[in-house]
């Protein structure tokens, strides 16, 4: 008896999702398995698999990969974040004061890179101001998910769903600000809901921040920048006290020497600060405008600052340079790499770094090329050579530009004058042509296996369309909801949310999509608020940390277990699934 490709079609779908659940398999294999199956089992033609990797929206987040990463390359993130962050008096003020950058930001950037910059915001200000990092640490994530539903480059999941509607259904596509009327609310309420709840709902427990005493320390010279942000202000104020990885040695200004450093010193042009912290510091202090490495052989190197990359090196018994000096050994013009600071048995050593005598096993941090580890990693002088992820320093100066340069896309496709893929390839072509990113830097950028699952979750909806499995199940709900346009809305909603919450948001709105519009088709009624509520119950995640990336980012940093995300985010979830709920046949009628 031949099989159903419906009912193979559902079976697949159910695999995939029990696969990724499991969290044994990763999401891309797990989807790509199903698209396979469907490819081998005749469901799907070769090029009906394969045509979800050319989809507008899938194309278009790959595109906003590199726009997002001209920003972070730049600095302009934090040189827009550091006017307006403050001190905080109390939770809620912190909440609040986390809310407008992260908020802002996230409405128009990927949610991912908006919660990377501001883990570290956080950490810090759990230490200085002892605020417990877990209920800082879900708040940021919340609040980032919540503004992505404000415009449709908020979240890729907003512009997957718009994807299959120009693709599958002919809709020219939403503008920029089309979701604003549903996605304004929602983040409101929400962010009324977190400030408010936080204290009460979220444990107080100190997050995962390692410690300097278990980490192998460097000593390194930062210098204040004539002219920079920093000048004029205390130590305190822009946050270089009590800092979770490094901590202020000491602080020479011009023929001064201060070895007792307080909150209330008043930094000037020209300061230079000895800091003593893990590796991972001195990447932290570079991406604070206003601050850059003091040690001058750095700066004679002949690199750009998208080439520059921080590496480990450990000195071998016979390396060259053994017992000679820095100096002497003639390091940075041998291997075209600065020594900013040397590490013996996990300790940071004192004094000029051009006059310690070097030693086999020291562990160098120096400034190098990107390349610096593909040409010496069989070098005999070193045991190790290891290049530090996320190290290259940010060109403060372009910053402007690079955010000119985004909010020329955000013009340019809010009033209809290019389609947002169109002025999201312009705007990654500007970066790259402004220098504001390199062209290296752009490829590493691409979440690859993001764009994969979301490709290859395109194939398996389109089967679920294609062999009447989506109308089957869209039968169920219907005769769930007894055949009223609302009562399947709303089933259809809480299917996206189950989905979204063991599933990739991306990948539960690909598969939910053909279910909702075959109901929409059924009873007659018009498919958009279907999409609509779709995209939004596929975006909103709060009840797990693996429903969303960002919620997982937060796991770690912010001390949580599992159960937290229920109790904190339940409420959340209602309180937003009412207010779409309402709202959705309001602006968009059945």
Not at 353 to 375: H, K, N
Request: some cysteine; proline content about 5%; glycine content about 10%.
């Amino acid at each position: 008896m031949p099989f159903d490709p419906a009912y193979l079609a559902i079976a697949v779908a159910v695999g995939v999702l029990v696969a990724i659940a499991s969290n044994r398999v990763p999401q891309d294999a797990a989807m790509v398995g199903g698209m396979v199956v469907l490819l081998i089992a005749g469901v799907l033609e070769p090029v009906e698999a394969l045509d979800g990797f050319g989809n507008p929206g899938l194309v278009t987040i790959g595109v906003l990969y590199v726009v997002v990463a001209g920003l972070r390359e730049t600095g302009a993130m934090e040189w827009v974040t550091q006017r307006f962050i403050g001190n905080p008096r109390s939770l809620p003020d912190a909440l609040l004061r986390l809310s407008v950058p992260t908020g802002g930001l996230s409405a128009f950037v990927n949610n991912t890179p908006v919660v990377a910059i501001f883990i570290p915001v956080a950490q810090a200000w759990s230490s200085r101001f002892g605020i417990p990092a877990s209920r800082l640490m879900m708040p940021i994530s919340f609040i980032a998910i919540l503004t992505g539903t404000i415009s449709l480059i908020g979240t890729s999941t907003n512009l997957v769903v718009d994807g299959l509607m120009q693709k599958e259904l002919g809709h020219p596509g939403l503008s920029l600000f089309a979701i604003a009327p549903l996605g304004i609310p929602v983040a409101i309420v929400g962010l009324l809901y977190i400030v408010l709840f936080a204290g009460k709902l979220l444990p107080d427990r100190a997050g995962a921040v390692q410690q300097l005493t278990d980490a192998r320390q460097y000593a390194f010279e930062m210098r204040v920048v004539a002219g920079g942000p920093l000048v004029g202000r205390t130590i305190g104020e822009v946050g270089l006290r009590n800092m979770p990885n490094a901590y202020i040695f000491e602080l020479r200004r011009g023929e001064r020497l201060l070895t007792a450093v307080g909150s209330d010193e008043v930094l000037e042009a020209g300061d230079v600060l000895t800091c003593v912290g893990v590796v991972d510091a001195v990447a932290d202090l570079r991406r604070i405008p206003g601050l850059t490495v003091a040690e001058d052989q750095a700066f004679k190197l002949d690199l750009s600052h998208g080439q520059r990359c921080l590496v480990e090196l450990v000195v071998a018994a016979n390396a060259p340079f053994v017992g000679k000096s820095v100096r002497e050994s003639r390091f940075r013009g041998e291997y075209e790499a600065a020594i900013l600071s040397i590490s013996r048995d996990g300790a940071r050593l004192a004094g000029k770094v051009g006059d310690i005598v070097l030693q086999a096993g020291d562990t160098l941090l120096c400034e190098a090329s990107r390349e610096f580890a593909a040409r010496h990693r069989y070098d005999r002088a070193f045991l190790l050579v290891s290049t530090l992820q996320g190290s290259t320093p940010p060109d403060f100066k372009r910053a402007p530009l690079a955010l000119g340069i985004l909010a020329a896309m955000i013009v340019l496709s809010s009033f209809g004058w290019l389609s947002l893929l169109e002025a999201g390839f312009l705007s990654s072509f500007a970066m790259l042509l402004t220098r504001c990113l390199s062209l290296s830097h752009a490829r590493d950028s691409i979440e690859w296996p993001v764009l994969v699952v979301i490709g290859a979750s395109f194939a398996i909806g389109l089967a679920l369309e294609r062999t009447g499995a989506a109308r089957l199940i869209a039968g169920g709900m219907m005769e769930l909801a007894g055949r009223d346009p609302y009562l399947t809305l709303v089933v259809v909603y809480v299917a996206t949310v189950v989905f979204t919450e063991f599933i990739t948001n991306n990948a539960a709105a690909a598969l939910m999509f053909p279910i909702g519009v075959a109901s929409a088709t059924a009873l007659g009624v018009a498919w958009l608020p279907f999409a609509i509520a779709i995209m939004f119950g596929a975006s909103c995640s709060f009840l797990t940390p693996v429903g969303y990336q960002t919620n997982l980012m937060v796991y770690g940093p912010g001390g949580y277990r599992f159960t937290d995300y229920a109790r904190f985010g339940l409420p959340l979830t209602l309180i937003v699934m009412a207010l779409t709920l309402t709202l959705v046949p309001v602006y968009w009628p059945l």
